[in-house]
């Protein structure tokens, strides 16, 4: 049994320059659709042609080429970050919460590769 339970969904989030013009890339290319923009934070999304898995830009000005950064959906970001801390894993600073949007946390594996764990906090969570 895992320690915590994961949604079915998965983003992967990149650092890119230019978050539109990345949307208007991956949909002429790879047919992906845009989501939304959250220019207020920084942010757009993507559905890929894989159910379940989505693709996040966050804009950067020196953006880091190959650093993708899975984000695992969970219910309770709180309890879920607390079991895996009480379990010995690392995490990255405190809690990230966009109000009305989004609550993060980044996290490390063994190898220190990132993760992040991510609750929807829109009305249609």
Not at 32 to 48: I, P
Not at 88 to 102: A, H, L, Q, R, S
Request: aromatic letters at 8%; proline letters at 3%; a negative charge.
């Amino acid at each position: 049994m895992s320690l915590v339970s994961l949604k079915n969904t998965i983003t992967i989030s990149m650092s890119v320059k230019d978050r539109h013009a990345s949307a208007d890339w991956y949909e002429r290319i790879l047919g992906f659709k845009t989501l939304y923009h959250a220019d207020e934070a920084g942010w757009s999304e993507m559905q890929t042609n894989t159910e379940g898995v989505t693709l996040g830009f966050g804009e950067q000005i020196a953006p880091a080429p190959g650093n993708c950064v899975p984000v695992f959906g969970v219910d309770d970001l709180d309890a879920a970050r607390a079991k895996m801390e009480q379990a010995g894993v690392k995490f990255d600073g405190e809690t990230d919460v966009v109000e009305g949007m989004v609550k993060t946390a980044t996290f490390y594996d063994p190898d220190g590769n990132a993760h992040m764990l991510a609750e929807d906090l829109t009305e249609g969570a």
